[in-house]
């Protein structure tokens, strides 16, 4: 029996489909991200979860009773929202204790917990404080003691990070996952962000127009992606129309030149499309690899990587290169020879 | 879920609200038709329209209200803008000064300003143009909250010290960046303010009343204490001349974030 | 020659003005004091002196004097009475159409015409309030004709006048005033209750609370400075009004401001200088009101800027 079971939600808003079939099983204290473009329903789920939403049709049940219709504050799951919503009324410790004081915890019990949450966060000395004295960074710290000194059960975070500057995102990414792990809390986490999903998930559902493209570990997301959406909304991805030679074998046609893939992901279907990572692409030629030749069409420093583009008959093909003090980068205009092993590509 | 609870408040309140704006204006207007016994007509209003004391204390009241609002944009303006761009400290202190109008009750002021004028050294009370002049100063001060918040909140919209500098770069002066830089960005504001003001001058009834003006509300007073059907018709009318003011306002602001409401009075 | 020499003074003017700023706002600064310091510093001074010019304190206690402590009396009476209707009723249209279910077109009505009637105060008023509660007026007209028999004869229930209501009276500038004073407060609530997120209501309820808790805890605690502001607010427009309680009552009830305008007219109280303590008392009310009122919006301004 799962911990948390989704199934067969469906979520018309009038006559838009904002979830369409979505069922998903999380064990206890694990780590999933909804991850995808605004709009793909990730936040209705999760919603949905909370018990803001209804579900149109399916079931919710957590730890086996259904919970798909219950009022959002009888369900004990905490939520982290994306605009913190501290009530600019209380100090930072009457934040904390407000789950606990609307349930007539007892006041020392309440200063306990407090406590403990603060001490968790890191906050002990700003439990007097008001949230407008706060930083962005703070005020998010706090709502997240906020959620789990009720003990929840299950704790969402609906973008909890995009309102915050880049440096404060990524220091608070590494506490949410401490704290989770600290906590063993099963966790929901919404967000648009690749590398937060990434970087925090223990499983990744990849969402697109309210349908669920695919549920995997965040390196069998980035690396064995089972859709287009999937590939070229994980990392960046080279995605070429090719005509297929031998199905079964994994050869097809790019531009007049014989590619030799691993055998593609669905059984049966045809595929269409050949994907290959600009991490994979090599400089040079190489026997028993797929090889490319092309002219460079442009080079970008990205800092510690740097892109370049290879016009291939057409199809403009991007390669990282480590950007090392001896790299010779190639200039514009340039012949240029790039191979990638059969491995590394894929069809779709 | 809560939607089945809350509507029949949601609905109560509104209409009891609407009822009570509704009911003593149509009351108003159907006493106003009821002149002529027995038949509806318009005889109160031909009445009025025809009274040479109403045309008298409108035109003197048109001609006031152009005259002060046109005196109150060419304080306003400059000042605001100096503030801006020169002054900000000034602000605060100007803001303060400028809601004063709301913490002086208007019968107060009027009050100060007969004992101050009336006697010497200034005696601007003896001849009626002196006492104009006296007229219009208290309908600028009267207006000023609300056209100083309207130029206020239009200078804030546009960024006063770069396109001053941005005009100064490319050459121009002072009176050009004014009146082709400034002006212009502040043409919704400006009217919205002087719109308010203008409003403010028809409706007022202290001053022309207490300085023996004739002013279109002095003869509101007037007709008032003598008249029966006619007020009711006045009424109307001003009511429809406060929302056509209103309307023009709503219309010119489309689009602006310039505010553009009075504020209560009695 | 002319010229430059012209030309030369104006840019020294210039410049002169320029390392002055504050001299910029002279032409500002005259004027309010010629037309609004001067002739309020005029009253308060003279508050503060005998008829012989002496200064004195003894015309503050005019407060002693039983006619001008009913007039207060009757004027925070009014005031306060129209300002709790006004806040009352106007905060429940405001939550009505901004977060109540109420339908758009009802909102849209109720904003504008608030925008109107907050203006539509003094004598024009009056007359409408006359014409439609007068004792002839088309309310009280209709009210009158619901009548039924019964044992002791007709009975007209709601014949207002036969049962002690007049217009002309307290309960006449109630209503009145609260005609303009209903949607001053629909007009500045409405923004405060809008500002409330809807994330505070969801969080609330995730932690567990119930929808009496969302208020108790966090609704009213963070409305209630704007709500008190513009009670304040209401107050001060009620109490400093003047022409319609003249133009309604022609001067019958005993207002504040309805004594002052005496004053003007004839001096009333024989004694110049009490006059201008008593509108240095007024003063005093408004000023104290207006103070609380910029008081309490710092303070929600603090909230709002999270």
New interface residues.
Partial sequence: MSYLNLKNIYKTFSSNVAVDDFSLDIAQGEFISFLGPSGCGKTTTLRMVAGFEYPTAGSIALLGNEITNLPPNKRNIGMVFQSYALFPNMTVAENIGFGLKVSNTNTIEIKARVTEALSLIHMQDLGGRYPGQLSGGQQQRVALARALAIKPKVLLLDEPLSALDAKIRLELRLEIRRIQKQLNMTTIYVTHDQEEALTLSDRIVVMNQGRVEQVDTPSRIYNYPSTEFVASFVGHINIFPVSVIDGGEGIVDLSGNKIRSRKHMQEGAIPVHMAVRPEELTPGHREGANNLTGNIHSVQYLGSVVRIQIDVSGNFLSMDLFNQRDLSIPMVGDRFDVNFSSDSCWLL | MRKGKLNFWSFFWPILAMTYFFVPLYGTLDFSLRMKKGVISLLAYQTVLADPQFIESFQYSVVMGIVSVTLSILLFVPTVYWIYLKVPKARPFVEIVSILPFIIPTIVFVFGLIRTFSRPPFLLTLTPFKTDILMAAGYIILSMPYMFRAIDVGMRSIDVKTLTEAGQSLGANWLQILFTIIIPNLRIAILSGALIAFATVLGEMILGDFLVRPAFGAYLVLVGRSKAYEPAALSIISYALTWIMLGAIQVFAKGSSSQSQLLGRG | MQQSVKNKSAIRWWFWL?RN??L??L??FL??I???I???L??FV?AFKDQQGQFTFANVGIIQNPYIQKSFRVSFQVSITTSIIGTL?GF??A???TL???PRW??N??M??S???????????????????GR????TYLLKQVCFTNSKGQVCPFDLYQNGFNLYSMVGLVL?????????M??TIAPAIEGM?K??R??????????A?YWL??GI??LWPSILASFI??F????????????LT?GSIYLV?IV??Q???GDVMNN?NE??AL?LL??IV??VA?ALYTWLQKRTA?????
Avoid: H
């Fill in positions: 320029i700023p504050w910029g706002l032409p500002f004027f309010i010629a037309f609004l001067l002739p309020s005029n009253l003279g009723f429940l249209v939550y009505a159409i109540g279910n109420a009802m909102r009505i109720l504008s015409f925008g109107l009637a907050a203006n539509f105060g003094g004598v024009p008023l009056a007359f409408a309030y006359i014409a439609t509660l002839t007026g088309f309310v009145a005033y609260t005609y303009f004073l209903l949607p001053l629909v007009l997120k994330d505070w969801e969080a609330c309820e995730n932690l567990g609370g119930s929808t808790q805890y966090v605690p963070i607010l209401l001060s427009s009620a109490f400093g009004a003047f022409a319609t309680a003249q133009a022609g401001p002052i305008g004053q003007i007219r110049p006059g201008y509108a007024m003063v408004m000023g207006i603090k909230w709002v800027a999270l």
